[in-house]
């Protein structure tokens, strides 16, 4: 059996579980971190950033199922689907910063927040990115339409060829996400 099959990467038994728990990622850490790393410097050329990817998947691997057998039978299909959407949500949280600071940079000088605020507001768009990516793209769209662009439930029902109910549920939803990653910050401060 190769390195890359299936069980090198399960804990082969309770007591070697016990002993190291995390033997099963540190063996797939060990086999492919660095492919890993350069298929992601090769498909976002920087090293940098591959780098930091790299490292979040196998983070994400950890925290994911803490001491659990790692059940696929195609590891590098497995890692790079994780990198790859750690890199989408690198390019939109990038992506959403870039559009705040053009924002900033259209401000007067006396009217532009702290550098302490602006680092709040980014960390507090990112999260609302976070939410209204778990959203239904019809819901997310109404959501942004209502927010962002001032569209009456009429208006967005009509442009997204909807009812007005239909509008009314897809904003309560995203509401509700809303709220509770208010209530979530609220526990965390």
């Given at each position: 059996m190769n390195s890359h099959s299936y069980l090198s990467y399960t804990v082969q038994s309770t007591s070697s579980a016990?002993?190291?728990?995390?033997?099963?990622?540190?063996?797939?850490?060990?086999?492919?971190?660095?492919?890993?790393?350069?298929?992601?410097?090769?498909?976002?050329?920087?090293?940098?950033?591959?780098?930091?990817?790299?490292?979040?998947t196998f983070v994400r691997l950890l925290s994911s199922a803490p001491g659990e057998p790692l059940n696929f039978t195609t590891p590098r299909a497995y890692l790079a689907t994780i990198a790859n959407r750690l890199s989408i949500n690198l390019y939109r949280r990038r992506s959403l910063e870039q559009a705040y600071l053009a924002t900033l940079a259209q401000t007067p000088e006396d009217l532009a927040p702290s550098p302490e605020h602006q680092a709040l507001v980014l960390e507090a768009l990112d999260e609302i990115d976070?939410?209204?990516?778990?959203?239904?793209?019809?819901?997310?769209?109404?959501?942004?339409?209502?927010?962002?662009?001032?569209?009456?439930?009429?208006?967005?029902?009509?442009?997204?060829?909807?009812?007005?109910?239909?509008?009314?549920?897809?904003?309560?939803?995203?509401?509700?996400?809303?709220?509770?990653?208010?209530?979530?910050?609220?526990?965390?401060?």
């Open positions: 016990n002993r190291h728990p995390n033997q099963a990622i540190d063996q797939l850490y060990s086999h492919h971190h660095g492919w890993l790393q350069r298929w992601l410097h090769k498909r976002l050329g920087n090293a940098a950033d591959a780098g930091d990817l790299a490292q979040d976070q939410v209204l990516a778990l959203l239904p793209a019809k819901s997310r769209q109404a959501f942004l339409m209502a927010q962002l662009e001032g569209y009456t439930q009429e208006e967005i029902a009509r442009r997204l060829s909807l009812s007005v109910r239909s509008v009314q549920r897809y904003l309560a939803r995203a509401f509700e996400e809303c709220i509770v990653l208010a209530s979530q910050g609220a526990r965390h401060e």
